[in-house]
């Protein structure tokens, strides 16, 4: 037989890679405790379902239908008034049916929401208007659309109430 036994090799690097691997989660902890107390959720987290989330959420459906976010295919913008007209009027209704049970916080929060939004909406209201005056007077034909509501007609091919502008 033979005498070799066999030698354990120890890498010297080995514990200062298992201290750094250690740091760095205990910072990567640290960050998500500090967002976490911020009210923020951690990365690939869904953020609380809270008041202030619903709010934000319907807040957030309004702007993309007065035309805050382009299409992510054409990176044209989309004016849905309808839609827009839709989640501001939810809020209205939320804003309604919660009086005198919320924070002080949370009404100061929703009636200045929803007062942004309408003034947002009148103005996007006056463009599409606009616009769809300046294209019926130049003698574009415009397809006028029944479901488009009070706040204007809207061309056929975008479909009900909505209206793509252009570049």
């Not at 379902?49 to 993309?64: G, K, Y």
């Not at 100061?108 to 947002?120: P, S, Y």
């Not at 488009?148 to 809207?154: D, L, Q, R, V």
Request: proline share 5%; aromatic share 2%; charged share 25%.
């Amino acid at each position: 037989m033979s005498d070799e036994t066999p030698r354990l090799h120890i890498d010297s690097d080995w514990k200062a890679q298992a201290q750094a691997e250690k740091d760095r989660l205990a910072e990567k902890e640290a960050a998500r405790e500090a967002q976490a107390a911020a009210g923020q959720p951690a990365e690939g987290e869904l953020p609380p379902a809270d008041f202030r989330t619903l709010v934000a959420s319907l807040a957030s459906q309004a702007m993309m239908g007065l035309g805050a976010y382009g299409d992510p295919q054409t990176g044209r913008v989309v004016i849905d008034v309808v839609g827009a007209q839709f989640a501001i009027d939810l809020l209205g209704v939320l804003e309604e049916k919660t009086k005198g049970n919320l924070t002080e916080d949370e009404a100061a929060e929703l009636r200045d929401v929803l007062a942004k939004l309408r003034a947002r909406f009148v103005q996007i209201a006056r463009l599409v208007a606009a616009q769809m005056q300046r294209e019926m007077g130049a003698g574009g034909e415009v397809g006028l659309d029944p479901g488009a509501g009070a706040t204007g007609a809207a061309p056929a091919k975008s479909g009900p109430g909505k209206l793509i502008m252009p570049d």
